[in-house]
């Protein structure tokens, strides 16, 4: 008996300290930050993560980070399915560095809504696309201030979609590059003025961006194309000033 006892609290005490450390290693599917939050914090709603990068290591798959309040909340590498979205004033201000890296894989959707995106004339790209994701959503951002591209779609893989929508894209050297294989991107209701060079740079074999009631303004060139990438209008909805053309328009259906 007193064998068996001794057994009993033995493997008792071992099943106690697994379930006690599962809690800590688990990630949830819905996290928030908040400008008064800790990143030693869970990420709960009633205790809150302080930066992005904090928050998606806490993050599931699929998952979703939400902001309380305003604030800034940093840059961040994303390499799973991921939502970031915000109501409010979610700042992700960078030096030198790229703000959003999106490095997930084919299987992944990122989407990004509500973040105000600045480099201070210092940094490199807003949103880089360098994994090979297939699908990636920008919704009501303001990018601003990088020198190389406010968007970078760049997906490595074959057929990669980019959707931006209601975005403003404003002094970086380049507003949306679109490169890679076969890449396409369609921007609606998006406004990308006074970007250094180029509004809209458009390179590679198969690569198509498509703009719908659009803003191309103030840069250099409103649209270049190479290596046989295509920029087409839909409909006569789109503003574009300085060099370059699409290639093509099609009318609304």
Partial sequence: MNRLALSITFFGGILAAML??????????????????DDANPCSRTA??????????????????????????GGVTITKSMTI??????????????AIVIAAGVADQVILEGLDIEGLG???????VTGNIRRVYVNKCWINGFTQNGINMASTTGSAR???????????????????SSNIATIVDTVIDGNTTTSLAVNGAGVVASATR??????TNAITTSGGGQAISFGPSNVVSGAGAFNTTLAFQ
């Fill in 20 to 37: 006690s450390v599962a809690p800590a290693s688990a990630q949830a599917t819905r996290t928030w930050v908040s400008g008064v939050g």
């Fill in 48 to 73: 809150p993560c302080k930066t992005f990068a904090g928050a998606i290591s806490k993050t599931a798959g699929g998952g979703e980070i939400n902001v309380l309040d305003p604030g800034g909340f």
């Fill in 85 to 98: 979205r915000s109501t409010f004033e979610a700042g992700v201000l960078v030096s030198g560095t790229n």
């Fill in 122 to 128: 210092t940094g490199l790209n807003g949103i880089t």
């Fill in 162 to 180: 980019l959707f931006l929508k209601d975005t403003i894209i404003t002094k970086n050297n380049v507003g949306v590059t679109v490169a890679g």
């Fill in 214 to 219: 659009s803003v191309l303004n103030a840069s």
